[in-house]
């Protein structure tokens, strides 16, 4: 008995030693000095121990009394520990019921028009349009002048690295420029090719859920959901105008889709690590364009099919992605207003379909994203304008959630000219995910203990307000 508590114990410190080490591995390689510098303690702890208990053994101290009972209590707590971390606990019942579970009073649908970028992007003073806007909604305007008289809503792009902003605006400007030439009505609204003209491609729902899926994923989506449509989640009215289509500014848009496809794309570990600087906005951008480059054409695919179809990217919403991305189970809403997914964290960037092509609807998840934003709170703390609540979730618009200041987050975006992504930087989430964050996320998701343990030992290891770090050379600025 003796003997099989030792060769126990010998594995767990082993098992401990090589978590330790993948970690310190996983901190070197995401360049976190802080984080290497504590990992590397850990890990020299975890040798230390495991060669103690080398030596132990060798000596036969564990085939004394002592030294048996010390073992034996040593894999009890271990154990114990385990049990504590692994174990599931009680789920989340509102976030399986997706957006459901959030609605706590009358939710209206959103006018396009009255969001920021809307206001700030597309109404120009003078116009027919600003008069309107401005009479039915006159306290949004003291907001929208002072933006305009700083020199333009988003200020000048990439100023917060004057003087070496150049390359990187040029590649920020060359990834934007993809969403824009594919929004003319007939590509995010596509008619059937003529060689398709006329033919209706008759698919069981399984079938045509299996299909539409494995292509958005050749396509380049990292994750794709399916969710039948809450008509809440679509715009009540048109307000983003790209392409002179002033007509449309203000019509309703109808509801008249069933079906949403909802995909993610993964933005690059290293250029979000350097926010709020030029890097991470190359990188927003770029996952902009694969989006515009994926919904377009899985769009025309099924517009093929024989069934109408509408691509949402980053110039032409019709829908509010995350609330539909929640209900197609490819994560849940966190503090910070991004989605949170179990792969990825916030670092994502969404696109969609809507369709009436019968599809099969994926069903909502409960990572424990709730109960963890309510201990972490990083992204409120590191929060550059101060736009994240730290406070509770409150009621807004019938939907209880965290309100962003979306007018303070705006405005910082425009004085740096980046779309700032700090909050996304330092979410704990946002890790790259090696072995041992793949392993933490695996707890975090299913246990509330490990929720408040790991949130402790992120800023421990990476620190309440970890900085930005060096990006790849080719982003890098030239000073």
Not at 78 to 90: H, I, K, N, T, V
Not at 203 to 209: D, G, N, Q, V
Not at 400 to 418: H, M, P, Q, V
Request: proline fraction near 6%; include cysteine.
């Amino acid at each position: 008995m003796k003997e099989v508590l030792t060769i126990i114990a010998g594995l767990v410190l082993a098992a401990q030693a090589v978590i330790a080490l993948s970690f310190f591995i996983s901190c070197l390689w995401e360049k976190e000095k802080r984080a290497s510098f504590f990992s590397g303690l850990q890990l020299a702890c975890m040798l230390l121990l495991l060669f103690l208990f080398l030596y132990l053994a060798s000596n036969g101290f564990f085939q004394s009394t002592l030294g048996a009972v010390l073992l034996a209590l040593a894999i009890l707590m271990a154990a114990a520990a385990f049990l504590l971390l692994a174990r599931r606990s009680p789920a989340n019942l509102k976030a399986l019921k997706g957006t459901k579970g959030s609605i706590a009073g009358e939710v209206k649908r959103v006018d396009e028009r009255e969001i920021v970028f809307a206001r700030n992007r597309s109404i120009r003073p003078g116009s027919t349009e600003y008069g309107i806007f401005y009479k039915e909604h006159p306290d949004l305007e003291a907001y929208d002048v002072k933006r305009r008289e700083r020199g333009g809503p988003l200020g000048q792009l990439g100023s917060i690295d004057k003087p070496d902003e150049g390359p990187n605006a040029a590649a920020t400007l060359a990834c934007l420029s993809i969403p824009l030439h594919l929004s003319a009505p007939n590509q995010v609204k596509p008619l059937p090719h003529p060689f398709m003209k006329d033919k209706k491609i008759t698919l069981s729902p399984e079938e045509a859920t299996k299909k539409v899926k494995d292509f958005t994923s050749h396509l380049g989506a990292d994750l794709v959901g399916i969710t039948e449509i809450n008509p809440l989640w679509i715009y009540s009215r048109r307000g983003e105008i790209f392409h002179e289509n002033w007509e449309d500014w203000g019509k309703e848009i109808p509801a008249d889709h069933r079906f949403a496809v909802v995909f993610a794309t993964e933005m690059d570990f290293p250029l979000v690590g350097a926010a709020p600087h030029t890097p991470t906005v190359i990188e927003s951008m770029r996952n902009y364009g694969k989006g515009a480059y994926i919904s377009v054409q899985l769009a025309s695919y099924i517009a093929n099919l024989g069934y109408p179809a509408t691509a949402n990217h980053l110039r032409h919403y019709e829908a509010i992605l995350v609330p539909l991305a929640v209900d197609a189970g490819l994560g849940e809403l966190g503090r910070l207003g991004y989605l949170m997914t179990r792969e990825f964290g916030p670092r994502i960037r969404l696109g969609a379909v809507t369709t009436n092509l019968p599809l099969i609807p994926d069903r909502p998840v409960d990572l424990g994203v709730a109960d963890f934003c309510r201990i972490c709170k990083k992204c409120a703390v590191c929060c550059p304008s101060q736009s994240i609540p730290m406070g509770e979730q409150t009621e807004v618009n019938g939907i209880l959630r965290w309100k962003l200041n979306a007018e303070t987050c705006f405005d910082y975006w425009g004085k740096i000219g980046t779309d700032c992504n700090v909050c996304m930087r330092v979410c704990p989430w946002s890790h790259a995910r090696t072995f041992p964050h793949r392993l933490i996320v695996s707890l975090v998701s299913r246990n509330r203990y490990a929720r408040r343990i790991f949130s402790v030992m992120d800023d421990i290891f990476y620190g309440r307000k970890p900085k930005p770090k060096t990006p790849p050379a080719w982003a890098g600025l030239h000073s």
